[in-house]
C-alpha cells in the first residue's frame, strides 16, 4: 500500500476483524525491521505477545544513527488533536533555574566569571501542541562563551524565537555580582555581593531591556528615634530606636540611545538615595559610625521609595522603573511595604501573593 487514506466514517466489528487477520498473517512472514518501519507498538500486538523480552543489560556501544533518531516519538510537538484542555494561546512556556557560568564585564574592564541561573520562555500559539525545551538551553550554550551583554542575550534569543518558530519570547539571568566595599571608618575592604537579574523581552515586536537589583540596607524609623530622644531628654531614660534590614528591588529599563548604565551605576544610584547600605567589614569604629549614619538618615518605607525614585528618576540612562521596598520590622510581627512604579512597562493592577517574601535576605 503506497498512500494511507483517511476513512470518512468508523469501520464496523468485521472491518477491523478482518483488518487484523490481514495483518497478523503478514507479520508471520515480515522481519523485525519490517515491524518497526509499519509501526513499532503494533508488535507486540501482531504477535500476541502480552509483554516484549527486554534486555537489562545497558546499551554501551549503542549509537543513534540519524536514521534511528528520525524514528523517535515526539508527542510534545505533535499535532493540535493532541491538545489537552483549552486551545489556547500560551503567553510564556519554557525552562527555569537552568545553570551555567558566563562572564560579566564590569566597569573597570575587567571579567568576571558568575554562575547564573537563565530562565527562558517563548510564546506559544493555540494550535501547537508544545515545544521542545532543550532548543532553547542549546540556543543559550551557543552564545555562552562570549563576554556577556544584552547584545549577546538579544542573539540567543533570536535564535530560539527561529528555532521555536514563536512570536514572544523571554530570557531572564539571575547572578550574585560582587564589589568591594569599603568600611565607613576602619579604612577595612570586603566584597558586598548583589543579587542582580538581566532581563530580555519581546512583545509584539518590541523588545525591552531591563535590569533588576535588591538593594539591602537598614532603615531606622523616624518616629521611634524622636520618641527615644523623647524619653532622653524628658526622663533621663535610656531609649534605643528600632530598626532593620531592609531591601529594595529595584527594577529599571534600559535606554538604547543612552551610555551604558553598568551594575555598578545602579548600586551607586542606590547608595545615593539611602546611604545606609548594610556593611561587610565591621570594627568599632565602624559599628558607631553606621549608627550615626542611620540616625542621620532615619526613613519610613514610603521616604524609601521616593528617594530612590529621586535618584531614578535623574538618569537618563533609564526609562520606566519599579521599585518594590520592604521594612522587616523589629518592633512589630509584620513587614511595612511600598511599590511605586513609572511608566507603562511595570504597571500592573495585580502583586504576586509572594513577591514580599522573596525579598527575605538569609545572610
Not at 540519524?66 to 505533535?78: C, E, H, I, M, R
Not at 535610656?238 to 551610555?259: F, G, N, W, Y
Not at 526609562?319 to 512604579?341: E, K, M, N, P
Amino acid at each position: 500500500m503506497n498512500a494511507v487514506t483517511e476513512m470518512s466514517e468508523a469501520p464496523d466489528e468485521d472491518a477491523v476483524k478482518a483488518a487484523l487477520a490481514t495483518l497478523r498473517a503478514w507479520s508471520n512472514h515480515a522481519t523485525a525491521a519490517e515491524l518497526n518501519a509499519l509501526d513499532p507498538s503494533m508488535e507486540p500486538l501482531l504477535n500476541g505477545a502480552t509483554y516484549p523480552a527486554l534486555t537489562r543489560t545497558y546499551p554501551e556501544n549503542f549509537s543513534a544513527s540519524a536514521n534511528y533518531v528520525a524514528t523517535l516519538p515526539d508527542l510534545q510537538n505533535g499535532p493540535s488533536s493532541l491538545i489537552r484542555g483549552a486551545q489556547q494561546l500560551i503567553q510564556h512556556v519554557g525552562i527555569s533555574n537552568f545553570r551555567l557560568p558566563i562572564r560579566y564585564r564590569s566597569r573597570e574592564g575587567s571579567d568576571l566569571r558568575l554562575q547564573t541561573s537563565v530562565t527562558g520562555s517563548v510564546s506559544l500559539d493555540a494550535e501547537k501542541k508544545g515545544i521542545n525545551m532543550s532548543r532553547i538551553m542549546r540556543s543559550f550554550y551557543r552564545h555562552a562563551e562570549a563576554t556577556f551583554s544584552f547584545e549577546v542575550i538579544e542573539a540567543a534569543l533570536d535564535d530560539y524565537k527561529a528555532d521555536l518558530e514563536s512570536l514572544d519570547a523571554r530570557i531572564q539571568m539571575r547572578f550574585s555580582f560582587p564589589m568591594k566595599i569599603e568600611s565607613l571608618r576602619s579604612g577595612l575592604t570586603g566584597y558586598q555581593y548583589y543579587d542582580i537579574s538581566l532581563e530580555l523581552c519581546e512583545q509584539g515586536g518590541q523588545r525591552r531591556k531591563i535590569v533588576h537589583l535588591d538593594y539591602v540596607y537598614s532603615s531606622t524609623c523616624p518616629c521611634s528615634l524622636e520618641l527615644s530622644e523623647h524619653a532622653r531628654q524628658t526622663r533621663g531614660q535610656l531609649a534605643t530606636p528600632h530598626s532593620q534590614r531592609s531591601v529594595a528591588r529595584i527594577s529599571v529599563e534600559t535606554i538604547d540611545s543612552a551610555d551604558c548604565l553598568w551594575f555598578e551605576d545602579l548600586i551607586e544610584i542606590c547608595r545615593r538615595a539611602v546611604p545606609t547600605e548594610t556593611q561587610v567589614m565591621v570594627k568599632r569604629e565602624d559599628e558607631q559610625a553606621f549608627a550615626e549614619l542611620n540616625a542621620a538618615n532615619p526613613i519610613f518605607v514610603e521616604d524609601a521609595a521616593r528617594l530612590f525614585c529621586a535618584q531614578l528618576s535623574a538618569d537618563e540612562r533609564i526609562g520606566d522603573f519599579r521599585i518594590v521596598a520592604s521594612h522587616q520590622g523589629s518592633l512589630h510581627s509584620h513587614d511595612a511595604i511600598s511599590v511605586l512604579t513609572q511608566g507603562d512597562t511595570f504597571a500592573t493592577r495585580s502583586i504576586d501573593p509572594k513577591l514580599f517574601s522573596t525579598l527575605f535576605h538569609v545572610g
